[in-house]
């Protein structure tokens, strides 16, 4: 039976951020960012098991503060000091250290850290649109605002058409083999989807939400703040 795991990259200083504090462990309603992020992820049924690539120099993770947090997050969660100076080594070093758990065609979802607000919902949107597929894919939003290109003077150059093209988010999802195969060859890609392409595959689209947010800039912390609150007061 083909079974499903998640690699969650959390290497990266977040230095767009300007925090001294990398942001996958800046407070978020009374947790650290990541938290959020890992806790769906090992929350689904349908996932066996959740790697955490972390820096190797990584001070931040067995802070005794936070000991608690991450044991209530269950048996499915495991660190792994191996991350590397790019998105690209990092999965792919954790694609390594799962080596001896996953099959060639199981299910890898690589999702990123700072990526908090990813429903229930979207996690069985994803697995259940790509379950057939032979490569895999990613949720993705269609672009709905105009884009320019600038210069260095940030002075428009030209505004290019925004049809056909896509946003992408994460989880993206690909059989472990094949992405494993992609990554050696390619590692200046900036997602696992560039990586496949660039090994002459096509990954399938699969429609995200907006809320589905990435954690950037200071301002997306308070509306991570806002879309959890709003999510929790429905339930």
Known sequence: MVRYYAIVPAAGSGSRFGAETP??????LGRPLIWHTLDVLCRHPRIDRVWVVSSPDDAWWP???WQELWLALGPKLEVVGCGGASRAESVANGLRAAATAIAEEDWV??????RPCLSRALLDRLMDELSDDRVGGLLAVPVADTLKRADARQVVLETLPREDLWQAQTPQMFRYGLLQAALAQCQVATDEAGAMEAAGHRPRLVKGEAGNLKVTYPDDLGLAEWILRGRRAGE
């Open 23 to 28: 942001k996958q462990y800046l407070p978020l």
């Open 63 to 65: 802070s005794a503060e």
């Open 109 to 114: 979802l690589v999702h990123d850290a700072a």
